[in-house]
């Protein structure tokens, strides 16, 4: 049974820096595309970046240059370093998860994280 378990959220000024990570058990990691979405009170869930198992990645393009998405294979965990952070970043970030191999498929993420808060402030 696949767990994926966030961590890294917190508070910061604009203009800050965090790095999120989450944890993928239960998974051949290689064969699974991990990705990251958002999702702010009252608002629709956002993609925000995603990584397969090689090499592919690809971002919203509200947060190209300034996220950076990567993954430990031998870890079994995905990264989101997040810089120039805006309050309009605020959100709980989701980590989520498929099997698969190519970022540009539309095939929904099966496996989802509880999510942890990022909160930008003015």
């Known amino acids: 049974q696949v767990q994926l378990v966030e961590s890294g959220g917190g508070s910061v000024q604009a203009g800050g820096s965090l790095r999120l990570s989450c944890a993928a058990s239960?998974?051949?990691?290689?064969?699974?595309?991990m990705g990251w979405f958002r999702q702010a009170p009252g608002k629709e869930r956002d993609f925000v970046a995603a990584?397969?198992?090689?090499?592919?990645?690809r971002y919203a393009d509200s947060v190209k240059g300034r996220f950076t998405i990567s993954r430990d294979n031998d870890k079994n965990t995905v990264y989101l370093q997040m810089n120039s952070l805006k309050p309009e970043d605020t959100a709980v970030y989701l980590c989520?998860?498929?099997?698969?191999?190519?970022?540009?498929?539309?095939?929904?993420?099966?496996?989802w994280g509880q999510g942890t808060q990022v909160t930008v402030s003015t």
């Open positions: 989520a998860g498929r099997r698969g191999f190519f970022v540009d498929s539309r095939d929904p993420y099966k496996d």
């Open positions: 239960g998974v051949t990691f290689r064969g699974y595309v």
């Open positions: 990584m397969s198992g090689g090499s592919g990645t």
